[in-house]
């Protein structure tokens, strides 16, 4: 928890470095602005040499990412296969579609923002 402290005290706007990444956990909060219903838990997690693993909501996934000027790309995503109801399996692709196709990525607030079509905004994770 402390280094997720330490990262988020290193930048509040500007670049984001895979070193402010390595070993944080992030909890989604926010989708567009607005509060996510609570069956739409979903999480990020950055670990060694940026691979990145989660909770889409209905399925864990992982893969590799790689950032480029704080814009966020995950390689090689895999995910478990199961399907949680029309509405959830479409909110779960819209963001694994974002980590796949690359997003800009801040840190700001205290929150991990993921700016694509739509906003993930999330939260250090204990």
Same mark, same amino acid.
């Given at each position: 928890?402390?280094?997720?402290?330490?990262?988020?005290?290193?930048?509040?706007?500007?670049?984001?470095?895979?070193?402010?990444?390595?070993?944080?956990?992030?909890?989604?909060?926010?989708?567009?602005?607005?509060?996510?219903?609570?069956?739409?838990?979903?999480?990020?997690?950055?670990?060694?040499?940026?691979?990145?693993?989660? &909770?889409?909501?209905?399925? #864990?996934?992982?893969?590799?990412? @790689?950032?480029? =000027?704080?814009? +966020?790309?995950? *390689?090689?995503?895999?995910?478990?296969?199961?399907?949680?109801?029309?509405?959830?399996?479409?909110?779960?692709?819209? &963001?694994?579609?974002?980590? #796949?196709?690359?997003?800009?990525? @801040?840190?700001? =607030?205290?929150? +991990?923002?993921? *700016?694509?079509?739509?906003?993930?905004?999330?939260?250090?994770?204990?």
């Amino acid at each position: 928890m402390l280094i997720i402290g330490l990262c988020v005290g290193c930048s509040s706007t500007g670049t984001v470095t895979s070193e402010q990444l390595k070993y944080t956990k992030w909890q989604l909060s926010r989708v567009d602005g607005l509060a996510i219903p609570a069956s739409y838990s979903a999480s990020l997690s950055f670990i060694e040499a940026l691979q990145v693993n989660g &909770f889409a909501g209905c399925n #864990k996934f992982f893969g590799e990412g @790689q950032l480029d =000027d704080s814009h +966020l790309t995950v *390689n090689k995503l895999g995910m478990t296969r199961k399907s949680c109801g029309d509405e959830l399996d479409e909110f779960e692709q819209q &963001f694994l579609n974002a980590l #796949k196709q690359g997003v800009p990525l @801040q840190i700001q =607030d205290q929150q +991990l923002v993921l *700016n694509g079509e739509q906003t993930f905004a999330f939260i250090p994770a204990g």
